[in-house]
């Protein structure tokens, strides 16, 4: 069992990576920097898969809320190619590959779903309609290249996930400091959803699509309870012993992000995930206290 893991240098992938080696399943990385066990894109393109896949999972994207970055049209160039093109160098490469990996997983965003339809709960059967701003356009783009022709027999699915909650990584390592010295809060007014999940519910949910045969389209990556921005900052203050007074102002971010990629934060859908539910898939964290608590050291080991 050999898992090909685009990404598995990033939060969510070296996070994947330790599971599935925990497993004893063989991993080879691919990654723009070359290094032992691992395979660059370029590799992929001119050789083709390594001998021996049985997977293959794309979790190569670069940071969106990246606060070094500005939000300029070459940035957004790469955010775009570092999914869509790398996404499409896979299937090509298994289009091409003599012998089949029995399973190809992408992940995608919640962004495919419209955060200002505020009454809706999203489940993987809710319509996709034509794209309404650049995330979910990307969400779109990048679910579509992973799309392989119907004469190509191999099992397909994509994890479209909420924002990732774990130690080492995305939001909580952003956040954890300014909660931790007391100074965190809702973002705007707090009532707009946070679609979630923890970061080894998602690893969990990746391995399980890999060794389920029944696993294939679309699953939401949520956690099943669904909460606002509000609970979320009550809940992460509440697991540190601290308040969670300081609300961060909408204009901020927007400032900060610009108003297109603000967005993850000042705007949420109420996500479900009626697919891995339906499945039989076991969550570790299904609420948010609980979840939060098992990241609420102030000193970690990755
Ligand atoms: P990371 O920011 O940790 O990045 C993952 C990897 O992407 C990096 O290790 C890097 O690998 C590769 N990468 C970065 N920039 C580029 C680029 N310009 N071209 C090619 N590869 C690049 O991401 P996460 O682990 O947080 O997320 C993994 C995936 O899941 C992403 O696609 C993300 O959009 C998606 N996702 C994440 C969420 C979250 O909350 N974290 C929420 C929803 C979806 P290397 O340097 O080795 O090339």
Redesign the pocket.
Known sequence: RHVLL??????????LKQVLLSKNYDVT?????PGPR?V??FDVQSRGLPEGVTAVV???????L?PLQRWTPGFRQ??W???V??TKTLAEAIVNSKIKPDVFLT?????IYDPSKTDVVYDEKSPIGEPFDFLSKLAIE?EKAACLPADVNVRQAVI???????RT???IQQLYLQFFFGMGGPISSGCQPLPW?HLKD?CNMFVFAIENPKVNGVLN?VAPQIISNAEFAKAFASVLGRPAMFRVPEFALNLMFSEERAKIMTMGQRVAPARPLELGFQYEYPEIRPALASMSRLFYSK
């Open positions: 685009g990404g598995g240098t990033g939060f969510v992938g070296s996070a990385v691919i990654s723009r920097m691992r660059t894109w794309n979790l190569a994207g670069q940071n969106i990246d790469n955010v190619n570092s999914r093109n790398t992940v995608s965003g919640v962004g990048w479209r996930s909420g924002v990732v909650l774990g990584g995305g939001m999940i998602l990556g």
